[in-house]
T-cell receptor
């Protein structure tokens, strides 16, 4: 079963607007990560937020985490056409033995119109 | 350049044939993973390996097999027992223990004719 679920499934905006997507999860986590996937490509790691952090920034990205609501949001400010991609959240504890087995949601498909 | 490579990018297979997808990494990572992605879906874990000569089944291992004879390589075989193999396959790796970021290859799109 999928731990993280992104919302909305699809988002269409104009260049320059902000894009916000959300991720909800079910069980306790050590961290939550956001990845980006361009069509037909592999995933690229964007940002990791740990369970003891509430907000994190990286360039035009802002991620928040609310462990009481078991949810996270990814905000992309001043979006560009090049931001068009699918965005996935991944959650998980670390398994015993040090191996990380994340659980991915179905993703939010973002289209930014020039 | 360090990274993960997957080959081929596109693969076509006739029903009843086994096919092997390649995944190689030069990141010196210990853990490697295989995921399957269907249209509009998230990633589903097929197999993972924490160390050479050891691997574990993921959520959808039936019809697939793997080997981990070298740290750098984690090939995936899609067998004829896999009933619906047409999908996008992604390989990933993770570095040291408790380093949770996954690095992904570019993927292989498998189509069964």
């Amino acid at each position: 079963s999928q731990q993280g679920e992104e919302d909305p499934q699809a988002l269409s905006i104009q260049e320059g607007e902000n894009a916000t997507m959300n991720c909800s999860y079910k069980t306790s986590i050590n961290n939550l990560q956001w990845y980006r996937q361009n069509s037909g490509r592999g995933l690229v790691h964007l940002i990791l937020i740990r369970s003891n952090e509430r907000e994190k920034h990286s360039g035009r990205l802002r991620v928040t985490l609310d462990t009481s609501k078991k949810s996270s949001s990814l905000l992309i400010t001043a979006s560009r056409a090049a931001d068009t991609a699918s965005y996935f959240c991944a959650t998980g504890p670390s398994w015993g033995g040090g191996s990380y087995i994340p659980t991915f949601g179905r993703g939010t498909s973002l289209i930014v119109h020039p | 350049d360090g990274g993960i490579t997957q080959s081929p990018k596109y693969l076509f297979r006739k029903e009843g044939q086994n096919v092997t997808l390649s995944c190689e990494q030069n990141l010196n990572h210990d853990a490697m993973y295989w995921y399957r992605q269907d249209p509009g879906q998230g990633l589903r874990l097929i197999y993972y390996s924490q160390i050479v000569n050891d691997f574990q089944k993921g959520d959808i291992a039936e019809g697939y097999s793997v080997s981990r004879e070298k740290k750098e390589s984690f090939p995936l075989t899609v067998t004829s027992a896999q009933k619906n193999p047409t999908a996008f396959y992604l390989c990933a790796s993770t570095g040291q223990a408790n380093t949770d970021t996954q690095y992904f290859g570019p993927g292989t799109r498998l189509t069964v004719l």
